[in-house]
């Protein structure tokens, strides 16, 4: 005689005690976790501190009062970078002269303006647009400091403007 095999139910799975249980591992790990300390430190390798305004020696930035324009006396040149929609350098300006989109017109014209003894600057500031991309930038800053001041020194000071974009249709 053969015997039937009785027809089990489907078979259910208890979503909520699944769901709980997931939750409390989730909630174990979360609260157990414990980065290595290499996680949480980053070494930077960033130049001292200088002053990018003119204050007296000893004197604390800011202490002087009546010192209403603190960026008097600070000779700053402008490097203007125009950026293409896809990210590279349609034009390049140094002041108000402009410079074309080749780097090298720029390294040779920067060479030219910040090693002349009569050449008051002593930093550079860069404005570039928010579509050009890093490695033309990172172009730029390798340019901008390798180049030396009629004293001898390397230029340190390097400061970024993003410009506006700018109205379509221009």
């Known amino acids: 005689m053969r015997r039937r095999r009785r027809s089990q ?9 699944m769901l709980d249980m997931a939750f409390q591992l989730l909630t174990f790990f979360i609260l157990t976790f414990k980065p290595s300390p290499i996680e949480g430190q980053v070494s930077l390798r960033l130049p001292p501190p200088k002053p990018v305004t003119m204050i007296k020696e000893g004197q604390q930035a800011g202490a ?50 910040l090693s002349d003894p009569g050449s008051p600057f002593d930093q550079v500031i860069i404005q570039v647009g928010s579509d050009l991309r890093y ?33 379509a249709g221009q």
Not at 78 to 97: K, L
Request: proline residues 5%; hydrophobic residues 40%.
């Open 9 to 17: 139910g489907d078979v259910e799975l208890n979503l909520a005690a």
């Open 64 to 113: 002087d009062t009546s010192n209403t324009n603190p960026v008097v006396g600070v000779n700053t040149l402008t490097v203007t970078v125009i950026a293409t929609p896809s990210g590279g350098i349609d034009s390049m300006a140094i002041g108000e002269g402009s410079v074309g989109m080749s780097l090298t017109a720029l390294e040779n014209r920067l060479k030219a303006v």
């Open 135 to 167: 490695s033309e930038l990172m172009s730029i800053i390798d340019i901008c400091t390798r180049q030396t001041l009629p004293s001898g020194e390397k230029l340190s000071k390097l400061s970024f403007v993003e410009l506006p974009n700018a109205p």
